[in-house]
C-alpha cells in the first residue's frame, strides 16, 4: 500500500536505483539509461511521488518565486497590481510573494532577506520613488518598479501614463465650458504626482487658461486631504467650478466637503478622479473619473520581469498604460457608466 508521503528514498527503493539516479531522473538530467528512467518514472507514479518543487529549483539554481513589495498592502490600487502580478506568476508556475515595507530602512531589511537569502528569483517594487527606497535596490538582480520610471538606474517599470491621463481628464472639465479649475495633488515628491500635475498644466495651456500656483493644493491621496482642500477654498472665498483630484479617495472627500457646505454637484461644482475604485459609482453622486487597469498593469510587470530573469529581453523598457475617461453625475447631470 502506497505511503500516504512518499519519500524519494521510497521511490529508488521499489525502482532498484540510488536516490542520487531518483533525483537526476527528476531533474531532467540525461546521464541516465532510458530503461532506468523508465523505471524510475514507473515507481513515482505507482506511489503517487511528488517531488519537493522547492528543492528541485533551488537545485537548478532558482526558487520560482517572485516578490512584491509595496509601500502597504491594503491600498486598492496596490492590492490590484499584486492581485494581476500573482496571476500572471502563476501561469507560469511562478508563486509570488507579497509583502509590504513602510519606509527604507524596512524596505532594506527586506530586501537583503529575499535576495541576500536566495528566497527570490526576481523583485517588483511598487512606488520605489515615494521615499528613498529606490537607494536600496540590489544591483544586477532582476527588478521592474511599477507606478515610477527608472531615472538614474537601468531599471525596466510599468505605470499608467500619468501626464496623458491628467490632461485628458482637464480637457473633459474644460470641455464642459469650465475655465476656474482647481488641482488636489498627491505627494509632490512621487513621480505621478508631478506627472499629474504637468498633464493638468498642459491642457490649461492649450486652452488658453492661465495656470495659476494658489488653484493646486497637495493632499496625501487620503479622503481627509481631498476634504480639507474644498473646505480650505471655501474658507478663502474662492471656490472653483471645478475640481480634478489626482485619485477616487481625495475626490470622494471633495464631494463630502461639497455636501458639507451645501454647494451642489454638478451643478455648482464639478468633480472628477483617477483610478475607478469599485465604490466610485455608488459615491454621491457617482463620480466621473479616469478608470485604470491595475490588475493589467501588474501583469505586465510581471511578464516583463520573467522576460529578464529568463533573459528572454534585459534591456530597460519602459511601458506607460492609458486610461479610460468613465463620465458619471459629478460632472454631468447626463453622466452614466
Known amino acids: 500500500m502506497p505511503n500516504s508521503h512518499p519519500t524519494l528514498r521510497d521511490v529508488a527503493r521499489l525502482a532498484g536505483v ?5 533525483s537526476r531522473v527528476i531533474n531532467g538530467s540525461e546521464d541516465v539509461l532510458p530503461e532506468t528512467r523508465a523505471n524510475v518514472e514507473a515507481a513515482i507514479k505507482q506511489l503517487g511521488y511528488r517531488p519537493n518543487a522547492i528543492a528541485r529549483s533551488m ?3 532558482q526558487t520560482h518565486t517572485l516578490a512584491c513589495i509595496s509601500p502597504n498592502l491594503t491600498d486598492y490600487t496596490f492590492a490590484s497590481v499584486i492581485e494581476g502580478a500573482e496571476t500572471e506568476a502563476r501561469q507560469h508556475d ?17 530586501v537583503d532577506e529575499l535576495v541576500g537569502h536566495r528566497r527570490v528569483d526576481g523583485l517588483i517594487v511598487i512606488n520605489p520613488y515615494s521615499d528613498d527606497r529606490f537607494q536600496h535596490i540590489p544591483e544586477k538582480f532582476p527588478v ?8 538614474e538606474q537601468k531599471i525596466s517599470s510599468v505605470c499608467l501614463d500619468d501626464e496623458k491621463v491628467a490632461y485628458e481628464a482637464t480637457r473633459h472639465l474644460i470641455s464642459l465650458g469650465h475655465k476656474d479649475i482647481a488641482l488636489v495633488t498627491g505627494p509632490m515628491e512621487e513621480d505621478c504626482s508631478l506627472d499629474r500635475t504637468e498633464g493638468y498644466r498642459r ?9 495659476d500656483d494658489s488653484k493646486i493644493i497637495e493632499g496625501d491621496w487620503s479622503a481627509t486631504s481631498g476634504q480639507d482642500a474644498l473646505l480650505s477654498f471655501v474658507e478663502q472665498g ?3 467650478t471645478a475640481v480634478f483630484a489626482q485619485n477616487d479617495r481625495m475626490a470622494m ?7 458639507d457646505v451645501n454647494i451642489k454637484v454638478p451643478t455648482q461644482l464639478a468633480v472628477i478622479g483617477v483610478d475607478d475604485m469599485p465604490l466610485s459609482s455608488y459615491f454621491d453622486p457617482p463620480l466621473t473619473t479616469m478608470r485604470q487597469d491595475m490588475p493589467r498593469i501588474g501583469q505586465e510587470a510581471t511578464r516583463m520581469l520573467l522576460d529578464i530573469i529568463q533573459k528572454k529581453n534585459t534591456d530597460q523598457r519602459e511601458v506607460k498604460l492609458s486610461a479610460q475617461l468613465v463620465v458619471r453625475q459629478s460632472t454631468s447631470d447626463k453622466g452614466g457608466d
Do not use: C
Open 18 to 22: 540510488s536516490h542520487q539516479t531518483v
Open 59 to 61: 537545485a537548478r539554481g
Open 94 to 110: 511562478y508563486f509570488l510573494l507579497s509583502s509590504s515595507a513602510t519606509d527604507p530602512k524596512a524596505f532594506h531589511a527586506l
Open 144 to 151: 521592474v518598479f511599477v507606478g515610477a520610471q527608472s531615472h
Open 203 to 211: 491642457a490649461l495651456q492649450e486652452a488658453g487658461i492661465p495656470f
Open 238 to 240: 474662492r471656490v472653483p
Open 253 to 259: 472627500g471633495v464631494l463630502r466637503a461639497a455636501r
